[in-house]
């Protein structure tokens, strides 16, 4: 009976050992116990950091499939219906000629657009009060706000939004964090949007087959003629990414 008393014993302190090891430990990595208080911080950025680029990767399919689907328009004026989608007309007809008028965006003001749009998609996803955590603090510091840069394969994300991380005295701020859009090939193929809506619109007529040869079969252009209008296809080669827009006929 003493010894069955004892392992009894034995194995009550063992799950109160277990029991204050997880405490411990909990304590430690949820609460900073025993761990100073900016180095727990630091450990937390990275946290704070992914929950707002979730996001992004929530966000920002949103805003380019409406950039690509619409001719670069997040909010079509002048457009035809074509698969589902609203296809901006980037040249309006001219009555009784041939040319048409060239009302595509210059390739800032689209960045521009874009950020707009990004930042009230970001802003509507990232809730502060999500990113505090056990143990600290977040104080938001100025609105957020997001920068877009279209680069030659992608487009760089640029949210600033300054908040802080803080716990007692110890403060880490974080200003930007950037996160990169692959396979979003938006700089080169508006560059070809503009150079087809050019000739759209001073000649009245684009060779497409002349032209993908001049880019050695990098840029590919696809058209489609629903009655009285042109519909432009283009992407780069290797890419999933394609840039709808539209000529207006006259019928």
């Keep these: 009976m003493t010894k069955r008393g004892q392992i009894t014993l034995f194995i009550i302190m063992g799950i109160v050992i277990v029991i204050l090891l997880a405490l411990v430990f909990f304590l430690r990595n949820y609460y900073g116990f025993t761990i100073p208080p900016k180095e727990f911080l630091l450990g937390n950025v990275e946290g704070v950091e992914g929950q707002i680029k979730d996001c992004v990767d929530q966000k920002v399919p949103i805003v380019f499939n409406l950039v690509k689907d619409q001719g670069g328009y997040l909010t079509p ?4 219906l ?8 980037l040249c ?3 009555p009784y000629s041939d040319k048409c008028l060239n009302n595509m965006f210059s390739i800032e003001e689209l960045e521009k657009n874009m950020e707009i749009k990004l930042t009230e998609e970001i802003r509507s996803c990232v809730d502060v009060n999500e990113l505090r955590g056990l143990g600290y603090d977040v104080v938001e510091k100025g609105q957020l706000r997001v920068d877009a840069e279209l680069l030659e394969d992608s487009v760089l994300v640029k949210i600033n939004y ?30 070809a949007v503009y150079d087809i809506v050019d000739s759209e619109a001073k000649n009245g007529y ?9 880019k050695q079969g990098e840029v590919i252009i696809n058209i489609d003629k629903p009655y009285p209008d042109t519909v432009y296809i283009v992407n780069m080669k290797g890419s999933e990414f394609k840039f709808y827009f539209a000529i207006e006929g006259e019928e």
């Design 206 to 214: 684009f060779f497409d087959i002349p032209y993908m040869l001049t």
């Design 82 to 89: 074509y698969g589902g989608r609203k296809v901006s007309y």
């Design 77 to 80: 004026v002048s457009y035809r």
């Design 92 to 94: 309006n007809n001219i």
């Design 162 to 191: 300054p908040i802080e991380l803080v716990k007692g005295d110890a403060v880490i701020p974080i200003q930007t964090i950037e996160k990169r859009i692959l396979d979003t090939p938006l700089k080169p193929i508006y560059r």
